[in-house]
């Protein structure tokens, strides 16, 4: 069963397409279209954000919905003792209970590659999930990642 733990950011995403620019020195930045808080409830205005991970060991793209294939093998780790709605949980934690963005609990893609990437553990590296809609992408990389709001336009440039 593979477990996810909800990551703790202000957004959840809502987007048919993950956008991935990965440098060699430069890490990874992930391109995808999200719900804020403010906006959950109508689901009318969405706004881009831009994951940046600094340090990435390994990455994968999968095209295939991954609650879809994983289906009965997988469960997200229920925070919400109080059997919260979303909304409520979101509005009382600051963070939504299913954002689409996780960390993966004990990973044994992350156990077997441990020794090879950061055989002293200095990196600290995390095995992450993001979802799409039709995808998701899976990394081993480093807990020091940033998120924040970008134009379109910015997306065009990538």
């Given at each position: 069963m593979i477990s996810l733990i909800p990551e703790e950011?202000?957004?959840?995403?809502?987007?048919?397409?993950?956008?991935?620019e990965y440098q060699e020195r430069g890490g990874v930045k992930i391109n995808v279209?999200?719900?804020?808080?403010?906006?959950?409830k109508k689901k009318e205005n969405y706004t881009f954000i831009q994951i940046k991970f600094k340090l990435i060991a390994e990455l994968k793209c999968i095209s295939l919905n991954f609650q879809e294939s994983n289906y009965n093998n997988f469960e997200i780790f229920n925070i919400n003792e109080g059997n919260l709605t979303e909304y409520d949980f979101w509005l009382t934690n600051g963070y939504h209970p299913s954002a689409g963005f996780y960390q993966i609990d004990d990973s044994n893609w992350l156990k077997e590659s441990?020794?090879?990437?950061?055989?002293?553990?200095?990196l600290n590296l995390k095995h992450f999930l993001i979802e799409g809609y039709d995808s998701y992408i899976e990394l081993l990389a480093s807990s020091d990642y940033t998120f924040a709001p970008y134009s379109t336009k910015d997306n065009m440039k990538m």
């Open positions: 950011v202000d957004f959840k995403i809502s987007t048919t397409d993950l956008h991935l279209e999200t719900l804020l808080l403010k906006d959950f441990k020794d090879k990437y950061d055989p002293r553990n200095r």
